[in-house]
């Protein structure tokens, strides 16, 4: 299983699949060299994205999980026919059950270019026409959490700020729609009840579960799989600022 993102955030999807997938060997490559993407044209997330899957091909992966809701906003619907291994765009997998909540709205945060992708509020509508999508931009908040200063005085002020524009709306719930926000909880929580914010990583998981299992590729064995990780930047990096999200101690890492 291959695993992209822009940089580190992706890591939380993978320890969502761990949880219910251990057998799987999987890939995982963050493109820390150009993040962050939320701030990119259309036309340089589909030329890192090309980059990306084609290292994927070189890897010989059944699958690619598009961890990064950027590039699932903007690129998936143009390279989805491009490769011979499946893909699994978050937005669009996820949407499918956020439009099934028992809820009449839902506020959405995510990068500038998911927002101004509406992905997330036309995925949603178009299965639950009368649900209510509020998106709001948090351009900060990735290099928030990337810089560890989640904490610091001008952090919390930025997520609460964020966050109160957000509840004007009422939303019945918030999604925390790119991979880095959900290492926020504990921040948001401190302005908001911590059940109004939904991390889709946790929907992501299982709807991959299902649609491996349903394809005849899925690997359940009891045995713990291999894990390699890449980026297009320093390694160290990579695994400094990767160690908020995921246990990289022994991990190896790779500059490509």
């Known amino acids: ?17 761990r949880k219910i997938l251990p057998g799987e060997d999987c890939v995982y490559f963050g493109d820390t ?35 990064c809701n950027t590039t699932s906003a903007t690129v998936y619907d143009v390279l989805k026919d491009e490769y011979s291994f499946k893909l699994y765009p978050i937005i669009q997998s996820v949407t499918k059950i956020l439009a099934e909540l028992p809820v009449s709205s839902l506020g959405v945060f995510a990068t500038q270019a998911t927002v101004n992708s509406h992905a997330y509020l036309h995925g949603i509508e178009h299965i639950s026409s009368h649900k209510k999508v509020f998106e709001i931009s948090c351009p900060d908040w990735v290099r928030i959490v990337e810089s560890h200063d989640e904490n610091s005085p001008e952090s919390l002020n930025k997520i609460k700020e964020k966050l109160s524009v957000m509840l004007k709306f009422k939303p019945d719930k918030i999604v925390l729609g790119c991979t880095h926000y959900p290492f926020l909880l504990d921040q948001l ?26 394809a005849g590729m899925l690997n359940d064995t009891d045995a713990v799989g291999q894990e390699i990780f890449y980026t297009s930047a320093s ?22």
């Open 1 to 17: 299983m291959g695993f992209f993102d822009s940089g580190v955030g992706g890591l939380t999807v993978l320890k969502e699949f």
């Open 33 to 67: 060299k150009n993040m962050p993407y939320g701030e990119k044209s259309k036309e340089q997330l589909i030329e890192y994205s090309k980059a990306a899957f084609e290292f994927f091909e070189s890897k010989n992966v059944k699958a690619v999980v598009m961890a």
């Open 189 to 214: 929580s401190k302005f908001a009840d911590r059940e109004l914010f939904i991390n889709p990583a946790e929907f992501f998981v299982e709807f991959i579960q299902e649609d491996l299992r349903n």
């Open 235 to 256: 390694a160290e990096h990579f695994r400094k600022a990767g160690e908020i999200f995921y246990n990289l101690s022994n991990a190896r890492i790779e500059s490509v």
